[in-house]
């Protein structure tokens, strides 16, 4: 466990309808769903008060980049919306590849039985559920926290 920093997480999932909120523990031993937030005008005061409620060391947000790991039109966006939740709550947040993680929570909900229909709702709970625990693992394994700091002085466009 050298090198993994202590404390609470919030892995975030943002999509364009939705935004899948989960968190970790202290010693981030596992990641756990909290909620899914409507994506609108609110959403990152939604994601404030969260930071509030759960006092989160960082935000670690998805970045759906393609196969190949080049940008696409969600980059852009997930870059935007994780630029715009750290000037809002001047929490330190790390963009991490999470080419898989809307896949694996899929098939997670298919394996336990159930429908993409009425799995809808916590879908993205649980793919920001599967980013942030492989943000967790890779930084436990590496003593590196995982993905790239969101630089307060970027542009958007």
């Not at 960082?58 to 696409?72: I, R, S």
């Not at 625990?133 to 542009?155: H, M, R, Y």
Request: charged share 25%; glycine share 8%.
């Amino acid at each position: 466990m050298s090198g993994f920093r202590r404390g609470v997480r919030l892995g975030i999932d943002v999509g364009r309808a939705r935004v899948g909120v989960s968190r970790c523990d202290p010693d981030g031993l596992l990641a756990v769903p909290v909620e899914t937030v409507r994506r609108d005008d609110a959403s990152i005061e939604r994601l404030a008060a969260l930071a509030l409620e759960h006092e989160p060391l960082e935000f670690v947000v998805g970045l759906p980049v393609n196969m190949q790991g080049t940008d696409t039109a969600s980059t852009a966006d997930a870059r935007e919306f994780a630029l715009a939740l750290a000037r809002r709550t001047g929490i330190a947040v790390r963009l991490v590849d999470e080419r898989l993680s809307t896949v694996s929570a899929h098939h997670a909900l298919r394996a336990s039985g159930r429908t993409q229909k009425n799995s809808r709702s916590i879908v993205d709970q649980v793919a920001a559920v599967v980013l942030l625990q492989q943000a967790i693992d890779t930084e436990k394994s590496t003593g590196t926290p995982a993905g790239a700091p969101v630089d307060l002085d970027e542009e958007t466009s």
